[in-house]
């Protein structure tokens, strides 16, 4: 059940309530990427303890290893990972998009050469949910056909026609326990095929509607307006998902556009690079600028990292290969995405959005390293 708190009255940015079998889920909220069964780097005390309410899971990846025996076996993926609150699961929709060169498009579902062995198998609505089902996630997402940003206006078509079809297929199987179940929004930036994909899913009655299509390698622009042409045909009393984003700067923007749940595997991503995010921007730990540098990552910040070590020291460690150096920024990543989403929350309960937005804009300075990561992202 969604419960819309409170609207901004200079946006169109909500606060929210989303409750699940495992807990309550404030929205906005950023929910980090586990694709494996583990958000990189990180363990469960740890994500609880910065404040993370909720991680994602994959259907492609975890149906091939572990395999669903073993996560059946083990009593679910809460139990198997030891992780007691709410799960989303990605169906493997975007590997249809990710994994390309290895899939072949059927009328009824998607047949994969394994990353791995290069097997033969086969994913379509049924499997999808089949498997969501035993993994036992609390959200579990349609089947969609996801496109590349380059698609084509007929491309786009019959992406939006199987993503709707196979909506409907995924609505009518069986759900786990108190499993909710969102449609996923396709059309690139076609506006009329946003509309109709939007209309038709809402009209299947999901429990909530995420925005596909979005950090596909489009520009920045692009992924905006995808976002505006979909939101208005959402319906109010839903959560909204916009998959796959973003940088800070970005889920800032799209919290104004209206949008409730993000991922990303950014905040990691990045990490193991030796970057940092902070509310200026991202900084560069690895480099030589902070060989010397005796602050933490950022000033005031409250994470385990930036109370217990400085920038030096993390250099150093990133600099000789020592695993502590790309946990700690790990660590600060994932607890700078958490923090600005409870500041955005705080702010639209106290009516000061418009101002923490303008702020927000003004002090943060993106840079062309965690862009091209951006349009990287593959992995999730």
């Not at 009655?205 to 995808?226: L, N, Q, R, T, W």
């Not at 889920?251 to 940092?276: I, S």
């Amino acid at each position: 059940m969604f419960e819309l708190l409170k609207t901004d009255g200079s946006s169109k940015a909500r606060l929210g309530r989303l409750t699940t079998t495992r807990g309550v889920i404030d929205t906005p909220v950023f929910m980090s990427v586990g694709t494996q069964g583990s958000v990189k780097a990180l363990d469960p005390r740890e994500l609880r303890e910065m404040g993370a309410q909720i991680i994602l899971g994959n259907t492609y990846h975890l149906n091939i290893r572990p395999g669903l025996d073993i996560i059946r076996a083990a009593g679910g993926l809460h139990r198997f990972i030891n992780w007691p609150a709410p799960i989303l699961t990605d169906s493997g929709g975007f590997q249809v998009f990710s994994l390309a060169t290895i899939r072949k498009i059927q009328p009824h579902g998607v047949e994969f050469r394994s990353h791995l062995d290069g097997s033969l198998l086969f994913l379509g609505p049924k499997e999808a949910m089949a498997i969501q089902n035993v993994l036992g996630s609390d959200i579990a997402m349609a089947f969609d056909d996801c496109p590349p940003h380059t698609s084509t206006l007929r491309e786009l078509r019959a992406a939006v026609e199987r993503t709707t079809r196979w909506a409907a297929e995924c609505r009518e199987q069986p759900r786990a326990p108190g499993q909710m179940v969102f449609g996923i929004v396709q059309g690139g930036t076609n506006a009329a095929l946003r509309e109709e994909c939007a209309r038709t899913l809402v009209a299947i009655k999901f429990d909530g509607y995420a925005i596909g299509g979005v950090s596909v390698g489009e520009p920045e622009p692009e992924m905006m307006h995808a976002v505006e042409m979909t939101e208005p045909f959402l319906p109010a009393n839903k959560p909204r998902y916009a998959m796959g984003l973003g940088t800070p700067a970005q889920m800032v923007e799209l919290v104004a556009r209206g949008v409730d749940m993000f991922d990303c595997v950014l905040p990691t991503r990045v990490a193991r690079n030796g970057t940092a995010f902070t509310s200026k921007g991202s900084v560069s730990i690895k480099g030589g600028a902070c060989k010397a540098d005796f602050r933490p990552i950022e000033e005031g910040c409250d994470c385990f990292a930036c109370r217990h070590f400085t920038r030096a020291y993390l250099r150093h460690l990133l600099n000789v290969g020592e695993i502590l150096g790309l946990r700690m920024l790990s660590v600060h990543n994932t607890y700078m995405y958490l923090k600005v989403m409870a500041d955005m929350r705080a702010s639209i309960l106290a009516g000061t959005f418009a101002e923490f937005r303008r702020e927000f804009a003004a002090n943060y300075i993106p840079t062309k390293k965690v862009q091209l990561a951006r349009a990287a992202v593959a992995d999730r």
